[in-house]
């Protein structure tokens, strides 16, 4: 049937406008994509341009120089040492494990390190490097150079690891660093991204751990090229990172060395600081371990013959640990009731051996009493019941206060790791420690030094400096950092210079009279001569049935039961230089055991070396020589007279 016209007219019009509106969608599309392509192709250029490089070109991080630590005379005592290592890349070795023993033949290499390769090459893509070995000596190195040709896929590196050339001497001071752990990433809110190197190694403890900030640096980098499957092709810029700072302590590593040879074979702790600025000339903890033992792997067999050793080598005694200070406490309780006004250095009391209040009986250490003693007396002989008589006139809470005054119950801000607080007790800690009130023993029992109370030898040595000069020193381990001068801290204590005086005149009694406790550890050398303190402090209660019958002499019990030994000093009288803390664990007797350890460190640290005999009693010079030719000191160290230094 033949359309009209009209139709065909209609028909067409409809086309047109179909036309017309694909056509618009078409060139809309059109429009869109070009609009989208301009953007991205002009206004996003730099963009893209950055993926494509990221694609080909990668960042990688080169870690920085760690800080060196010197000693107080610029000898290093931690320092970044070449390591010498070989590693293997999987895809240019071919048989790795053929290769593995044709290298055994130039370098020590066990089975066990082919067997541990060969895991650890399995666990990583081929183009990875390995280590095989590392901390080789040089000729070892030299000798795969040599064969590299024979040796496909084996390469010689040079990097750094930390190294501690003085070794025991300052593990408790220094600690070490070792691998970044879980541990340490756990710890940490915004790790640095250093932390991520594969084997990057971090201070543990010690001042390594504290300063680890100071110590690190900054990250360099390195823009390197890749091929697809992540190989590296070439290196295309470098930029050096920034080294950690070097540390200056305060610490004499000559005086370090003499104190931890002179503990050997003790259970103990010696601390030695400047009176005049607090600076720390030793702090030594015996007995002690090679750090470098934990920077390369300790073995599970050294690792178990230092937790296991009843003397604990991994503790610092002279932060970590807190002692009862026994009769090197008496002093706070004396310069408590001169302050107070409350006795005088003549005010006297009557011993007759024993204290008896509250149906209770408190014992001297000398059964048959000291007969009356006035300030002077009671320290030179030590005598018990004269502090508990003026303990109880002056009260806990002026005793505590004293006792914080001169550095105990503090915590110093020192980067050592653990620092104790110890105890100074009052009567409101002890209701916050135990819900409970004071009572009369207490205050008996801690003014000489036992119940509650607890001190490090770090406080006892401050307290003693703080004595000795009438300032408030404060301890300083770091001296410099880059070179730059750390501040000092020994303001006035405020204390009456004449209870200052009398105390001292004391402790110059205990020292140098013949009823004096120390006087079998006087100095004969009136230039060096020194005045301090002995100390006993029981761990063990002695039951009323042990005393009728006689108390078990300290010799006579298992070593962990017998008392330990303290004695405090300072020299030279009367312009002090040092002040010194000493305790023996388990030791016995402090005027027996540790008051000569405390002489022969004092009198090194004033004369910069070896004590002279000279300073030693006539009677005493052959058994002193003998003690110092049997020490196991550094040979650099080993000096047959020291210089004064007062």
Request: hydrophobic share 40%; with cysteine.
């Amino acid at each position: 049937m033949r359309r009209s016209e009209k139709d065909v007219e209609r028909s067409a019009g409809i086309v047109t406008r179909r036309g017309l509106v694909l056509g618009g969608l078409q060139l809309a599309v059109m429009g869109t994509l070009g609009f989208r392509l301009r953007h991205m192709q002009v206004e996003q250029a730099d963009e893209y341009r950055l993926l494509a490089e990221e694609n080909r070109i990668n960042v990688r991080l080169l870690a920085p120089q760690r800080g060196l630590i010197f000693d107080r005379n610029g000898r290093p005592i931690a320092e970044n040492d070449q390591n010498y290592r070989v590693v293997i890349v999987r895809e240019d070795a071919g048989d790795v494990e053929a290769v593995l023993r044709r290298l055994s033949g130039l370098i020590p290499l066990e089975e066990a390190d082919i067997e541990r390769t060969l895991r650890e090459v399995a666990r990583r893509s081929a183009f990875v490097p390995v280590t095989v070995r590392d901390q080789l000596p040089w000729e070892d190195l030299a000798r795969v150079a040599i064969n590299a040709p024979a040796l496909p896929g084996v390469r010689p590196e040079v990097g750094q690891t930390r190294g501690y050339p003085l070794g025991q001497d300052f593990a408790h001071v220094i600690g070490y660093v070792g691998p970044v752990s879980d541990y340490d990433l756990s710890k940490l809110e915004h790790p640095d991204p250093l932390l991520q190197i594969p084997k990057f190694q971090i201070g543990k403890s010690g001042v390594e751990a504290r300063m680890e900030d100071v110590l690190r640096g900054k990250a360099g980098a390195s823009q390197i090229e890749v091929n697809a499957v992540g190989r590296v092709m070439r290196e295309l810029s470098r930029s050096e990172g920034a080294s950690g700072r070097n540390l200056q302590l305060t610490i004499d590593a000559g005086l370090q060395n003499f104190t931890q040879a002179r503990l050997e074979g003790e259970s103990a702790g010696v601390v030695v600081i400047d009176t005049r600025n607090g600076d720390i000339a030793a702090a030594v903890s015996s007995p002690s371990f090679d750090p470098n033992l934990f920077v390369r792997g300790i073995s599970v067999a050294d690792y178990r013959s230092l937790t296991e050793n009843s003397y604990r080598p991994l503790a610092s005694k002279t932060v970590q640990g807190a002692y009862p200070p026994g009769s090197t406490f008496k002093m706070v309780v004396a310069l408590a009731g001169l302050e107070a006004g409350i006795i005088t250095p003549d005010s006297r009391e009557y011993c007759p051996g024993y204290l008896e209040t509250g149906g209770r009986r408190f014992h001297c250490w000398r059964s048959g009493g000291h007969g009356m003693m006035n300030l002077t007396a009671s320290l030179q002989q030590s005598c018990d019941v004269y502090y508990y008589e003026i303990a109880q006139k002056v009260g806990i809470d002026r005793i505590a206060a004293m006792a914080k005054r001169l550095g105990l119950g503090t915590r110093f801000d020192l980067p050592l790791s653990a620092i104790a607080e110890g105890i100074a007790p009052d009567k409101d800690w002890k209701r916050r420690s135990y819900g409970q009130e004071w009572r009369i023993g207490d205050t008996i029992n801690a003014s000489i030094g036992q119940g509650y109370v607890l001190a490090s030898p770090l406080q006892l040595a401050v307290m003693t400096a703080r004595i000795a000069s009438g300032n408030a020193v404060m301890p300083r381990l770091i001296k410099t950092i880059d070179g730059v001068e750390q501040p000092v801290s020994a303001e006035p204590l405020g204390l009456n210079p004449r209870n200052l005086r009398a105390v001292q005149a004391g402790m110059d009694a205990v020292s140098n009279t013949n009823r004096g406790t120390g006087y079998g550890s006087r100095v004969a050398d009136e230039a060096l001569r020194i005045a301090g303190k002995s100390g006993t402090s029981q761990v063990r209660n002695i039951s009323k049935a042990e005393r009728a019958r006689g108390v078990t002499r300290n010799d006579q019990l298992p070593w962990n039961r017998r008392d330990h030994a303290l004695f405090v000093a300072y020299g030279p009288v009367p312009d002090p230089h040092y002040a010194v803390a000493v305790i023996v664990e388990h030791g016995g007797s402090g005027s027996g055991i540790s008051a000569p350890i405390a002489r022969d460190v004092l009198l090194a640290a004033m004369t910069g070396g070896v004590p002279p005999l000279s300073a030693y009693p006539s009677s005493q010079r052959d058994e002193v020589a003998a003690r110092f030719e049997a020490m196991p000191m550094r040979p650099q160290f080993r000096e047959k007279h020291g210089k004064s230094r007062a």
